[in-house]
């Protein structure tokens, strides 16, 4: 007769396993609404969320995928402050490019104003392939700031990002290790390239979104997530 304690560690273990993993063999990042995180994709479709721009997104396998760009998903509900961004995603190839959109001003209504007037969050770990220096690798304010380390994964791995807005300064941590933590007023390098961001003060609170850069730079996105900063 099999003793049932004999065999509770390893049931635990597997319990454990499956709680990680979903059965796709993808990290399962969806099991943290009860640490505060709300939702802004829910799986299945884009409610609450607008196109802009050239190209399109649509869920696939439940994924945020897209076609042809440049253009934006932006989240129409509200704006952002006083808040993380966590945002899950995976680059189609060994190296892809997009970007995550924040403190765009006003709601947008084609593609370049949030790239001239909003920072992008960017995602490429392989800037120089476009003649592009650090300052345009993932988790940098895209040509802002230099990135305090350098911990994108390449396609087709999951990476996590997580963009603090607290009040004036933005604090973005990719895969866990700090990338950018920027305070408006702080000095950045003049433009190199007309498709870069105006300098200037961006608002404390303003819409976010997601880029398809192109055909040629699919990124997948499994969760998009918010939670409010809790002031000590």
Same mark, same amino acid.
């Given at each position: 007769?099999?003793?049932p304690n004999r065999f509770k @560690?390893?049931?635990f273990f597997l319990l454990a396993f499956l709680w990680m993993f979903d059965f796709s063999g993808q @990290?399962? %990042?969806g099991q943290? $609404? /009860?640490k505060g995180w709300r939702q802004l994709f829910n799986g299945k479709d884009l409610t609450g969320w607008k196109q802009v721009g050239p190209g399109e997104h649509y869920v696939e396998d439940g994924l945020i995928a897209s076609h042809g760009g440049m253009g934006l998903l932006y989240w129409t509900k509200e704006k952002f402050s006083n808040c993380t961004i966590k945002v899950v995603y995976k680059m189609q190839k060994f190296n892809s490019n997009s970007g995550v959109f924040i403190r765009i001003p006003i709601e947008p209504r084609e593609a370049w104003m949030p790239? %001239?007037?909003g920072y992008e969050v $960017?995602? /490429?770990n392989h800037p120089e392939t476009s003649n !592009? /220096? !650090?300052y345009h690798i993932t988790g940098t304010l895209y040509s802002l700031t230099k990135p305090l380390a350098k911990p994108g994964k390449p396609g087709p791995e999951w990476n996590t990002m997580e963009i603090t807005l607290d009040g004036p300064r933005t604090i973005v941590y990719v895969n866990g290790e700090k990338v950018t933590d920027y305070k408006e007023g702080d000095p950045v390098p003049e433009r190199k390239f007309d498709f870069e961001p105006f300098r200037g003060p961006r608002p404390n609170s303003g819409y976010m979104g997601l880029q398809n850069h192109g055909d040629d730079d699919i990124v997948y996105f499994k969760e998009v997530a918010v939670k409010p900063l809790h002031k000590k």
């Amino acid at each position: 007769m099999i003793k049932p304690n004999r065999f509770k @560690p390893l049931h635990f273990f597997l319990l454990a396993f499956l709680w990680m993993f979903d059965f796709s063999g993808q @990290p399962n %990042f969806g099991q943290d $609404q /009860d640490k505060g995180w709300r939702q802004l994709f829910n799986g299945k479709d884009l409610t609450g969320w607008k196109q802009v721009g050239p190209g399109e997104h649509y869920v696939e396998d439940g994924l945020i995928a897209s076609h042809g760009g440049m253009g934006l998903l932006y989240w129409t509900k509200e704006k952002f402050s006083n808040c993380t961004i966590k945002v899950v995603y995976k680059m189609q190839k060994f190296n892809s490019n997009s970007g995550v959109f924040i403190r765009i001003p006003i709601e947008p209504r084609e593609a370049w104003m949030p790239v %001239f007037y909003g920072y992008e969050v $960017q995602i /490429d770990n392989h800037p120089e392939t476009s003649n !592009e /220096d !650090e300052y345009h690798i993932t988790g940098t304010l895209y040509s802002l700031t230099k990135p305090l380390a350098k911990p994108g994964k390449p396609g087709p791995e999951w990476n996590t990002m997580e963009i603090t807005l607290d009040g004036p300064r933005t604090i973005v941590y990719v895969n866990g290790e700090k990338v950018t933590d920027y305070k408006e007023g702080d000095p950045v390098p003049e433009r190199k390239f007309d498709f870069e961001p105006f300098r200037g003060p961006r608002p404390n609170s303003g819409y976010m979104g997601l880029q398809n850069h192109g055909d040629d730079d699919i990124v997948y996105f499994k969760e998009v997530a918010v939670k409010p900063l809790h002031k000590k």
